[in-house]
């Protein structure tokens, strides 16, 4: 009997001690869950089921991670598994250059080129309006400028802040 008892409250002990060593977000959202919307969208795409990516990406980017937001803007360009809409990708691909890395810049520089201008402006209030609701700030990220290991160029890479 004490045997069992011994076996229940130690049990008890592990099962609390991994939820309290386990990171949220300041919106409660545990680390494990927050980094498995984003990767399960990134998975998806790549097997190219794209009903399953968009949704996930969708989720992620409205969390503000900027890899979901990226990847969600090029589905919207490329019309990977929904209708091209230039609106929309214009506008995740503006919040996901929050984060700058080199290839973002090159994909983002050839995008912005393409477009007309009076559609980049007429888009700005819009722009201004998604950075507000899903921008690093708005979403608790920390962007920080650092170089990739074996790399002296430097990219600011954002990531959601866990507490």
């Given at each position: 009997?004490?045997?069992?008892?011994?076996?229940?409250?130690?049990?008890?002990?592990?099962?609390?001690?991994?939820?309290?060593?386990?990171?949220?977000?300041?919106?409660?959202?545990?680390?494990?869950?927050?980094?498995?919307?984003?990767?399960?969208?990134?998975?998806?795409?790549?097997?190219?089921?794209?009903?399953?990516?968009?949704?996930?990406?969708?989720?992620?980017?409205?969390?503000?991670?900027?890899?979901?937001?990226?990847?969600?803007?090029?589905?919207?360009?490329?019309?990977?598994?929904?209708?091209?809409?230039?609106?929309?990708?214009?506008?995740?691909?503006?919040?996901?250059?929050?984060?700058?890395?080199?290839?973002?810049?090159?994909?983002?520089?050839?995008?912005?080129?393409?477009?007309?201008?009076?559609?980049?402006?007429?888009?700005?209030?819009?722009?201004?309006?998604?950075?507000?609701?899903?921008?690093?700030?708005?979403?608790?990220?920390?962007?920080?400028?650092?170089?990739?290991?074996?790399?002296?160029?430097k990219e600011i890479i954002c990531s959601k802040r866990f507490y």
């Amino acid at each position: 009997m004490k045997a069992i008892a011994f076996a229940m409250l130690f049990a008890g002990i592990l099962i609390s001690t991994a939820a309290d060593a386990q990171s949220s977000t300041k919106d409660k959202m545990w680390e494990s869950e927050y980094l498995s919307i984003v990767e399960g969208g990134l998975y998806a795409l790549k097997a190219e089921k794209y009903e399953e990516a968009y949704t996930k990406l969708l989720e992620g980017a409205k969390l503000g991670n900027k890899t979901s937001q990226y990847y969600l803007a090029q589905m919207y360009f490329q019309g990977w598994g929904i209708e091209p809409n230039y609106e929309e990708g214009w506008l995740w691909l503006q919040v996901a250059m929050e984060q700058k890395t080199a290839e973002w810049n090159r994909s983002f520089r050839s995008i912005r080129d393409a477009l007309p201008e009076d559609f980049k402006t007429s888009m700005q209030p819009y722009v201004d309006e998604h950075i507000a609701l899903y921008g690093a700030k708005a979403q608790d990220l920390r962007c920080e400028k650092r170089a990739a290991i074996g790399s002296n160029i430097k990219e600011i890479i954002c990531s959601k802040r866990f507490y």
